[in-house]
């Protein structure tokens, strides 16, 4: 499959061609993983296949939309209903002011440190219990 072949093909074309060829791409791993693919070199076409059709698709894609772009300029937007007032806010109240001093004595308490956890006594063996 070539580039310029693809060129050719329509987009809906090259669509459908895409995920025929990315099933196609997931059954020959499925297959070699399972050993039973016969020609492991079709994973490699089917991969180089698959990404030549995405590139062209890409390419049609960004070429059909910057040259759409060119010929028919976008219809303006309607225009928006206005919108309504909004109320006033509410005055914020002053904040406290501290001054740098007590600012810089107000430190947050140390975290406490959780009590260590004591280890369960051993078991006393038959032994031991006598």
Same mark, same amino acid.
């Given at each position: 499959? *070539? ?23 997931? !059954? ?22 698959? /990404?030549?059709?995405?590139? #062209?698709?890409? !390419? ?7 040259? /759409? $772009?060119?010929? /028919? =300029? %976008?219809? +303006?937007? &309607?225009?928006?209903? +206005?919108? @309504? +007032? ?6 914020? $109240? &002053?904040?406290?002011? #501290?001054? $740098? +001093?007590?600012? @810089? ?7 406490? %440190? =959780? /009590? =260590?956890?004591? *280890? &369960? $006594? =051993? ?8």
């Amino acid at each position: 499959m *070539k580039a310029k072949d693809l060129r050719e093909r329509s987009l809906e074309d090259l669509v459908e061609l895409e995920k025929s060829l990315a099933v196609d791409v997931f !059954q020959n791993r499925l297959k070699n993983f399972t050993n039973r693919l016969d020609d492991t070199s079709s994973m490699k076409k089917s991969r180089r296949d698959l /990404a030549r059709v995405k590139t #062209v698709l890409f !390419q049609l894609r960004h070429k059909g939309g910057a040259a /759409a $772009a060119v010929k /028919a =300029p %976008k219809a +303006p937007k &309607p225009a928006a209903a +206005p919108k @309504a +007032p909004k109320a006033p806010k509410a005055p914020k $109240a &002053p904040k406290a002011e #501290v001054s $740098a +001093p007590a600012a @810089a004595k107000s430190k947050p308490a140390p975290k406490s %440190k =959780p /009590a =260590p956890k004591s *280890k &369960p $006594a =051993p078991k006393k063996t038959k032994s031991e219990a006598k």
